[in-house]
Nanobody, 122 residues
Framework: QVTLVESGGGLVQAGGSLRLSCTAS????????MGWFRQAPGKEREFIARISGSGNEKDYQESVKGRFTISRDNAKNTVYLQMNSLKAEDTAVYYCSGPVVLTGAGWRGYYWGQGTQVTVSS
């Protein structure tokens, strides 16, 4: 059984920063790609970022490139999402997922956290 727990969400003004954390329990997750997704009200869940098991490969959604950075500390079984220059349109519930795999329909996650709310005021 794998459990993912996100933390670090909150309310921030536009232009501000937040760092989300996702701590995983369960064996072997440090071998797998992990990802962050988000879901805004009335919209479908969307891929944000992915990091390989080693941390050497990263992918981002175009709208967050240059503003968000995904990283991981396998010794702590934790994946991070540093979010800078936040915009009102970044407001969403952010979910950690892993393992994630690339399919024909984009990145898809297997296990999911409960989500953490990020609200950016303009």
């Amino acid at each position: 059984q794998v459990t993912l727990v996100e933390s670090g969400g909150g309310l921030v003004q536009a232009g501000g920063s937040l760092r989300l954390s996702c701590t995983a329990s369960g064996d072997g997750l440090n071998l797998y790609d992990m990802g962050w997704f988000r879901q805004a009200p009335g919209k479908e869940r969307e891929f944000i970022a992915r990091i390989s098991g080693s941390g050497n490969e990263k992918d981002y959604q175009e709208s967050v490139k240059g503003r968000f950075t995904i990283s991981r500390d396998n010794a702590k079984n934790t994946v991070y999402l540093q979010m800078n220059s936040l915009k009102a349109e970044d407001t969403a519930v952010y979910y950690c997922s892993g393992p994630v795999v690339l399919t024909g329909a984009g990145w898809r996650g297997y296990y999911w956290g409960q989500g953490t709310q990020v609200t950016v005021s303009s």
